[in-house]
């Protein structure tokens, strides 16, 4: 007996490092693949790139790499598929068509408006509008998700509010003198909105799992990534086709500051690295939550302002250093409210087993 015990807390501390071995790795993707991605659409742009209709098409054209893990993942579910906690229920197939074009087209719509923000804003500019995300996603979760409106999120929205405003009313700066104001507000307003549709479809997606198929098994997560996407290139394709940009492909190849292959292999590692911090993002949606996927990938907006810096020279002056400092006060008062909320249900889950245990023990 005395062997069973202490074995039993080994093998269940070993999952938990497993598990979160593979929530880092998740991480480092989502960041990873995000920075990078962002990094290569700027630098589409800045190097002689003018399509905005291209750089929406490749955000979601590489939807093919999870072709290998969509196989992988429905042969593992067939594998474990008498575990009844890990089956997910199957919804009508006109219901689940009607929202991977639903979900999809959300996407195209979202990949177009960040295009619209990155073409017209300098790099750490667009990075902090994007911080908005958090605070759209906690109206959108109070509201579709029922996640409570506290203290440390109130002061969240408040503080990466007042970032944004600041960096509206500073238009006038350095990195953006060879704008119009005008490109600048239009600049604005496309990432408030593409970050106002991340967060919708972040919480539709949560809502997705616990209404419909109400569980997340790592196959359904993933084709809720899959078909999706490919009805967003679909329809960026249709918008390249319909806006007539594809006419100028040939002529922005050749004038490409850096030639033509480098144009190409930009696009290329663009789609590439967008779908590893995509497969970042769904393997923290089935190992943690929704949420937590959008808090972590919200993280990558504080890396990207430096990372600007660094790479494209970007200008800091001194209401964006005031701006950026916000965003990471709004980020760090989300985080610290999600880690208040890990640790009372882990405390309650722990009363629980408590209780269960007595209720056993009086038997």
């Not at 989502?30 to 742009?45: H, M, S």
């Not at 960040?114 to 790099?123: E, H, I, K, M, R």
């Not at 990075?127 to 995300?133: D, F, S």
């Not at 009313?169 to 990195?175: A, V």
Request: with cysteine; net charge positive.
């Amino acid at each position: 007996m005395s062997t069973t015990v202490t074995q039993q807390p080994q093998g269940s501390t070993l999952r938990e490092y497993k598990r979160w071995l593979r929530v880092s790795l998740y991480t480092i993707f989502l960041l990873a693949g995000q920075c990078t991605a962002t990094l290569l659409v700027r630098f589409y742009f800045d190097k002689g790139g003018k399509s905005k209709w291209i750089a929406a098409s490749v955000q979601s054209a590489g939807f093919p790499v999870l072709i290998p893990l969509l196989f992988y993942s429905a042969k593992n579910d067939k594998s474990t598929n008498h575990d009844s906690s890990k089956i997910e229920t199957k919804p009508k197939r006109s219901v689940i068509l009607s929202l991977y074009l639903g979900f999809g087209l959300v996407i195209a719509a979202m990949d177009l408006l960040y295009a619209c923000g990155l073409s017209y804003l300098p790099l750490s500019t667009f990075a902090l509008v994007c911080a908005t995300q958090l605070a759209f996603n906690t109206v959108a979760s109070y509201f579709l998700n029922s996640q409570k409106f506290t203290a440390l999120i109130f002061n969240s929205v408040v503080v990466l509010t007042m970032s944004v405003t600041l960096i509206a009313l500073n238009t006038e700066s350095e990195d953006t003198k060879n704008l119009s104001k005008e490109k600048q507000i239009i600049g604005i307003v496309c990432t408030l909105a593409a970050s106002a549709t991340f967060a919708l479809h972040h919480s539709l997606l949560q809502l997705y799992f616990e209404k419909v198929i109400k569980t997340e098994t790592y196959s359904a997560v993933l084709r809720m990534s899959f078909y999706p996407m490919l009805i967003a290139t679909v329809g960026g394709v249709v918008g390249l086709f319909g806006s007539g940009d594809w006419r100028s492909m040939g002529m922005e190849m050749k004038e490409f500051e850096y030639g033509r292959v480098s144009y190409v292999m930009t696009l290329v590692w663009t789609s590439v690295t967008w779908q590893i911090a995509c497969i970042g993002m769904l393997g923290l949606i089935f190992e943690v939550s929704s949420l937590f996927s959008v808090v972590i990938g919200n993280l990558e907006l504080t890396l990207t302002p430096i990372l600007a810096v660094i790479v494209f020279h970007d200008k800091i002056y001194g209401v964006k250093v005031i701006a950026f400092l916000l965003a990471i006060w709004g980020f760090l008062s989300y985080i610290y409210q999600h880690h208040l909320d890990d640790q009372k249900a882990k405390q309650d889950k722990s009363a629980a087993g408590l209780q269960g245990s007595k209720g056993e023990g009086e038997i």
